[in-house]
């Protein structure tokens, strides 16, 4: 096998294989990724065909991430999988800080590594033939006193610096491609003196069988807030819904429980070193597993 860098020929492909494992890839997910580490993402070939796939994406020289792992299922079991592990790990290696998202039944694989668990992930699913419940709980008052803007509305620069206080580690040029890619729609909470209070995307994704969307990321000051956002997208946007919510935030599950969201499954978010010292109370949606 050898290991070459990610192409956009391969995404198509990279895209399928996401669906087959049940990631639930997002319109220009992949393509993303790349421009967020342009040497963090590569494949396996074994003569001119792709097997297999992983990212290893350095945010910065103190943290990086490790995801969209993936070994054709006729090709497992013979190696590809470790050499594909080891190419990411080595671009990684001199980080304080890998992350990585592990299906329950690899955490003790990725602990001989030195990865630790550190809460539990869940994904949440909105059925699309649900009535939309007209009585949420949002603070009146709090809402009305912001202006929800959409899309190129938005002050790019508000919910930079909002994302980066609540964020393992800033992430400018993946949040303006995630925020500024056509498929979907962003929404934004902001006051009178341009400050962010909340924001969110929806955006299509593949499912195993079918079309639905995926919420991602979804950030706000407030339970409430976060409640007002769910209720603006889903309003948008028709269908079968997912959103990843993260352990750390006491309050996401119970949020998402409330308004009839189910738990369809769970992953265990892990590092190696020291994890991010940052507080997820205002994370209710992660943006991507694949990326953390």
């Known amino acids: 096998?050898?290991?070459?860098?990610?192409?956009?020929?391969?995404?198509?492909?990279?895209?399928?294989?996401?669906?087959?494992?049940?990631?639930?890839?997002?319109?220009?997910?992949?393509?993303?990724?790349?421009?967020?580490?342009?040497?963090?993402?590569?494949?396996?070939?074994?003569?001119?065909?792709?097997?297999?796939?992983?990212?290893?994406?350095?945010?910065?020289?103190?943290?990086?991430?490790?995801?969209?792992?993936?070994?054709?299922?006729?090709?497992?079991?013979k190696g590809y999988g470790i050499k594909l592990w080891n190419h990411a790990f080595e671009h990684l290696s001199n980080l304080p800080c890998i992350g990585l998202e592990a299906a329950l039944d690899r955490v003790d694989d990725y602990s001989t590594w030195g990865f630790k668990k550190s809460s539990l992930t869940t994904r949440w699913q909105w059925e699309g033939d649900r009535p939309i419940d007209n009585n949420f709980e949002s603070s009146d008052i709090e809402i009305s006193s912001l202006m929800v803007l959409q899309d190129n509305q938005i002050p790019a620069i508000a919910v930079q610096?909002?994302?980066?206080?609540?964020?393992?580690?800033?992430?400018?040029?993946?949040?303006?491609?995630?925020?500024?890619?056509?498929?979907?729609?962003?929404?934004?909470?902001?006051?009178?003196?341009?400050?962010?209070?909340?924001?969110?995307?929806?955006?299509?994704c593949l499912l195993p069988h079918g079309e639905g969307w995926r919420i991602g990321p979804l950030l706000a000051d407030t339970p409430q807030l976060a409640e007002s956002l769910i209720q603006l997208l889903l309003k948008r946007h028709n269908g079968v819904v997912l959103i990843d919510s993260p352990g750390l935030n006491p309050l996401a599950n119970k949020l998402l429980q409330k308004l009839g969201f189910s738990n369809i499954s769970q992953t265990i978010r892990m590092y190696r070193g020291n994890q991010p010292p940052i507080s997820m109370n205002d994370v209710y949606g992660l943006a991507c597993l694949e990326l953390g």
């Not at 997910?29 to 796939?53: E, M, N």
């Not at 609540?166 to 400050?195: I, K, Y």
């Open 1 to 77: 096998m050898i290991i070459r860098p990610l192409e956009k020929r391969d995404i198509p492909l990279v895209t399928n294989w996401s669906r087959i494992e049940g990631f639930a890839p997002g319109a220009g997910d992949v393509g993303i990724y790349q421009h967020t580490d342009r040497q963090g993402l590569w494949v396996g070939t074994i003569g001119d065909k792709p097997i297999g796939c992983i990212a290893g994406v350095r945010y910065n020289s103190l943290y990086g991430f490790v995801g969209l792992f993936i070994v054709e299922k006729i090709q497992r079991g």
């Open 161 to 204: 610096s909002y994302d980066a206080k609540r964020e393992p580690s800033p992430r400018p040029h993946f949040l303006s491609d995630w925020l500024n890619h056509p498929a979907g729609t962003v929404l934004a909470l902001v006051d009178s003196q341009g400050s962010c209070h909340g924001f969110g995307r929806i955006r299509p």
